[in-house]
């Protein structure tokens, strides 16, 4: 299994923007699917965005148009370009790949 490990988290005003990343320990290049996850305070964790190796695309309702990801496989990286964030996408966002999951980093989305 692959390690995970994410960054780009911070504090946003809302309709701001930020870029998560997540690097992989290993190749994701076999990997069928790589998601972003997010868990707000007091919630369960919900799937955010999900690209397949072949690069199809697939997001929750509450984020499309929004949010876009991607995936470069020859550097075994994941991104999640967030746009016109609201208060509510604050969460701790994860990077998933079949059983493995990053430590998460936090999105707090404030005036």
Do not use: H
Request: proline share 3%.
């Amino acid at each position: 299994q692959v390690q995970l490990v994410e960054s780009g988290g911070g504090l946003v005003q809302p309709g701001g923007s930020l870029r998560l990343s997540c690097a992989a320990s290993g190749s994701i290049a076999s990997i069928y699917a790589m998601n972003w996850y997010r868990q707000a305070p007091g919630k369960q964790r919900e799937i955010v965005a999900s690209i397949t190796r072949g690069g199809s695309t697939n997001y929750a309702t509450s984020v499309r148009g929004r949010f876009t990801i991607s995936r470069d496989n020859a550097k075994n990286m994941v991104y999640l370009q967030m746009n016109l964030l609201k208060p509510e996408d604050t969460a701790v966002y994860y990077c998933n790949a079949q059983a493995s999951w990053g430590q998460g980093t936090q999105v707090t989305v404030s005036s």
